[in-house]
């Protein structure tokens, strides 16, 4: 079975900080992709971002970014010189890749992010 | 591309009633799925489709819960006999079929059992 883990529950920065936002994920197979979601407050989940399990590469996204390192099954998502719309509860979230297996994301439990001006 | 429409948006109903929601996927998607969020929490996965047919449901998915896709587009979800355990935000959301396509969610129909 597959587990996420976002330990940070919540995280308030100033705006213009830069903060990131942690995910550990637990799975037996080597196919699988993640993906980070955002939930401002309307409610609607966002997707930001799928990585694939053989694409270790770094990716940047204007003042998003994420590093993904398979050593540490750990997928961080970091928000460069934050702003208040960035105000959200981010969501980190696993599937498998293969024919069988489940289709639908495991998801974390989240991390809201409080942006203050 | 109009997105995943979710209807009602809220629904208040009292212990014991039944209630159904819909979901309209993206016109292009073939799979469905319903979770169920609540607060401070990601969202649970409750079950899923592939065109009409239901592929998968989680152990959250107790026999008051039932969903349907009849034509492989729309689908709803009905609970009967709520509880107020129930109360919870319904998510929808739709996908392609390839590998690792990400989900597109609706608003979601927010249910109070009173």
């Known amino acids: 079975a597959q587990k996420v883990t976002q330990a940070q529950t919540e995280i308030s920065v100033v705006e213009k900080e830069d903060v990131t936002l942690d995910c550990v994920y637990e799975t037996r197979d080597t196919t699988y992709y993640l993906f980070w979601y955002k939930q401002p407050p309307s409610g609607e989940l966002v997707f930001l971002i799928r990585?694939?399990?053989?694409?270790?590469q770094n990716e940047i996204s204007g003042r998003y970014s994420w590093n993904f390192q398979k050593s540490t099954s750990s997928f961080n998502f970091t928000i460069t010189a934050s702003q208040v719309v960035d105000s959200a509860v981010y969501f980190c979230a696993l599937t498998l890749g293969q024919d069988t297996g489940r289709r639908a994301l495991t998801f974390g439990s989240g991390t809201r992010l409080q942006v203050q001006p | 591309d109009t997105g995943v429409s979710q209807n009602p948006r809220h629904k208040i109903t009292k212990r014991g009633q039944n209630v159904t929601f819909r979901c309209d996927p993206i016109?292009?998607?073939?799979?469905l799925y319903w979770y169920r969020q609540t607060l401070g929490q990601g969202p649970e996965f409750l079950t899923y489709f592939q065109n009409e047919a239901q592929l998968e449901k989680s152990r959250l998915l107790s026999d008051r819960f039932s969903a349907e896709r009849p034509k492989g587009s729309f689908s709803t979800l009905e609970i009967q006999r709520t509880e107020q355990g129930d109360s919870a935000m319904y998510l929808c959301a739709s996908s392609l079929v390839a590998g690792g396509s990400p989900l597109h969610f609706g608003n979601g129909t927010r249910l109070t059992v009173t």
């Open positions: 016109s292009e998607h073939n799979r």
């Open positions: 990585r694939n399990s053989f694409d270790e």
